[in-house]
């Protein structure tokens, strides 16, 4: 199955727009039945150092970044929306775009979910020659791209009640996922430079845990 990457309905609506609200609903719900923040939270918990400043790509809500705080108290966030209103005072906020944020010299640790697979490759690319001198930690889970993971989401979306954004964003996002060393190779991490760690869960999550080596 090759990567495939489509437009996704949640991007062209406005933030209050009813499906919009209704598909960042099922989004929480999705992310909870993953485990992402827990796994975030306990990876976090066994790689971060005292004097570490991560960034949140894709914040979002401030949910993620919240639930980090309680592992790491300097947790940043980038989107190209505002900040949420619970967001800290003591937290940075870049409303920013991605490929075009000049700070990354700031961050040691960079963290995604389920944000990466809306880049093409040159895109990743393009962010990991922006990250990579930088950072000694990246955190990230996104789809893993199967299409047995597809024929289940296909199933299982509806009879959870998922809006019909969630419901083909989810489809076109699985589409869009990686397999095997895909992301770190994508992002142009050297082997020689880096070392890295990737799993896939059952629930369709894909993984990876990129440390840069010591000298």
Request: hydrophobic share 40%; proline share 8%; net charge positive.
């Amino acid at each position: 199955m090759h990567r495939r990457l489509e437009p996704e309905l949640l991007d062209s609506l406005p933030p209050d727009h009813p499906d919009a609200l209704h598909s960042r609903r099922d989004l929480r719900v999705i992310n909870r039945i993953m485990g992402n923040a827990p796994w975030f939270a306990k990876t976090l918990a066994r790689h971060v150092r005292p004097a570490d400043r991560v960034i949140e790509l894709g914040s979002g809500t401030g949910e993620l970044s919240a639930r980090l705080r309680t592992v790491t108290p300097l947790v940043d966030g980038i989107d190209r929306i505002p900040s949420p209103p619970a967001w800290p005072a003591s937290a940075r906020w870049h409303q920013s775009d991605i490929q075009t944020f000049p700070g990354w010299s700031a961050y040691s640790v960079v963290i995604g979910n389920l944000i990466l697979h809306h880049f093409d490759d040159a895109s990743l690319r393009a962010l990991g020659n922006a990250i990579s001198p930088h950072a000694r930690l990246l955190l990230f889970s996104e789809p893993t791209r199967k299409r047995l993971n597809q024929r289940c989401w296909n199933i299982v979306a509806p009879l959870c009640g998922a809006n019909r954004v969630t419901r083909h964003d989810g489809y076109v996002s699985i589409a869009a996922g990686f397999l095997g060393d895909e992301l770190p190779h994508a992002l142009g991490l050297d082997h020689t430079l880096w070392r890295w760690e990737i799993s896939h869960t059952w629930l369709g999550a894909y993984r990876l845990i990129a440390e840069r080596r010591e000298p």
